[in-house]
C-alpha cells in the first residue's frame, strides 16, 4: 500500500501561488473597422427587370404543370410499388427452387387446350 506521501508528491502545493496565476486571464480583442465600410458593389445591376407583377401570374398554366407533375409521380409511385412487387415474387420463387423443391412457380392451363 502506497503512504500519502507518495499520493501527493506529483501535485502543487496548494498553497504556494505563481505570479502567472494571479494576474487576470481576460483576453483583449481588436475591434475591427468592417463595420464603417460602404456595403460591396451590386454583382448585376438592376434585378427589376426579372421581377414578375402579381398580375402576369398565369394561374391556368400553373395548374397544367401542377396536375402533369402529379401524374409523373403517381407513376413513379406505381412503378415503384410494381417493382417491389415483382422482386418479392421473383425472391420467392428463387428461394423455392434454391431449396430443392418442385413445382414452385404455378403453372396456368387452360381447359381449351386440351
Known amino acids: 500500500m502506497q503512504s500519502a506521501g507518495m499520493l501527493t508528491w506529483g501535485m502543487p502545493d496548494q498553497n504556494s501561488s505563481s505570479s502567472a496565476e494571479d494576474e487576470p486571464r481576460v483576453v483583449n ?14 454583382p448585376v445591376a438592376d434585378l427589376a427587370k426579372y421581377e414578375k407583377g402579381e398580375s402576369s401570374d398565369d394561374y391556368r398554366h400553373r ?10 409521380v403517381v407513376g413513379l409511385i406505381g412503378a415503384g410499388i410494381w417493382l417491389a412487387d415483382t422482386m418479392a415474387a421473383m425472391r420467392k420463387n428463387q428461394d423455392c427452387v434454391l431449396s430443392g423443391r418442385r413445382g414452385c412457380t404455378p403453372v396456368e392451363v387452360t381447359k381449351d387446350r386440351w
Open 63 to 72: 395548374m397544367i404543370v401542377n396536375v402533369t407533375v402529379f401524374v409523373f
Open 29 to 42: 480583442f481588436r475591434r475591427n473597422n468592417a463595420g464603417t465600410r460602404p456595403p460591396p458593389a451590386a
